[in-house]
Every structure is written in structure tokens, then in C-alpha cells.
């Protein structure tokens, strides 16, 4: 059994910044990648950023240059630091963790409310 806890959304006016923190529990002896996806009722989940065991990360082009992923393996946590925060960003976001043998696990996400 893996859970994963989000945290860190809110209310937010245009221009400013929120960071998002999820951490993974459980049964996890390889953590391949974590990730962060945002959705809206009645639309399809999109990537916001990734980052793998190596380090490596991708980000949405919409986000480039204002979001920050990171990790702490010891706390098996990922970070979304968003900067410039627009009304667009405005959406429910999930953490998305890559672990094991080609499993996953989703949170249950954090709402992130951007005013103008």
C-alpha cells in the first residue's frame, strides 16, 4: 500500500507564488520518478513537471521558467515551486508517483486558485 499526501495549495493573486509538497509512503523500494499533472473537471490531465531518480526534469511549456520541481529522496517528497503565478494556472493538481515494477500511484489532489 503507497499513499501520497499533498499539501500546499490555495488562493493566490496573479503574480504570486504557491509550493506545492507531496509525500510518498508505504511500500516503495524504487521510486522511478515524481511527477506533478493538473486537471479541470471535463478536461484531460496534463503534465505540469517530472523529475526522475537520475534528476533529470521536463516541464509544460506554459510553465517553463516560472514552475520548480524538486525532490528530497531521503523524505521520498517532491516540490511544484510555482512562481508568476496567472489566473490559467488556476486548476486541481495531482502528484503522480513512478515507482517498483512499472507501478503507480496518484494523490488526491490540491486545488491551486489563481485571482486577477
Known amino acids: 500500500q503507497v499513499q501520497l499526501v499533498e499539501s500546499g495549495g490555495g488562493l493566490v493573486q496573479a503574480g504570486g507564488s504557491l509550493r506545492l509538497s507531496c509525500a510518498a509512503s508505504?511500500?516503495?523500494?524504487?521510486?522511478?520518478?515524481m511527477g506533478w499533472y493538473r486537471q479541470v473537471p471535463g478536461k484531460q490531465r496534463e503534465l505540469v513537471a517530472i523529475?526522475?531518480?537520475?534528476?533529470?526534469?521536463k516541464y509544460a511549456d506554459s510553465v517553463q521558467g516560472r514552475f520548480t520541481i524538486s525532490r528530497d529522496n531521503a523524505k521520498n517528497t517532491v516540490y511544484l515551486q510555482m512562481n508568476s503565478l496567472k489566473p490559467e494556472d488556476t486548476d486541481g493538481y495531482y502528484c503522480?508517483?513512478?515507482?517498483?515494477?512499472?507501478?503507480?500511484?496518484w494523490g488526491q489532489g490540491t486545488q491551486v486558485t489563481v485571482s486577477s
Open positions: 503522480e508517483l513512478d515507482f517498483n515494477l512499472l507501478r503507480s500511484s
Open positions: 508505504g511500500s516503495i523500494f524504487r521510486i522511478n520518478a
Open positions: 523529475i526522475t531518480s537520475g534528476g533529470t526534469t
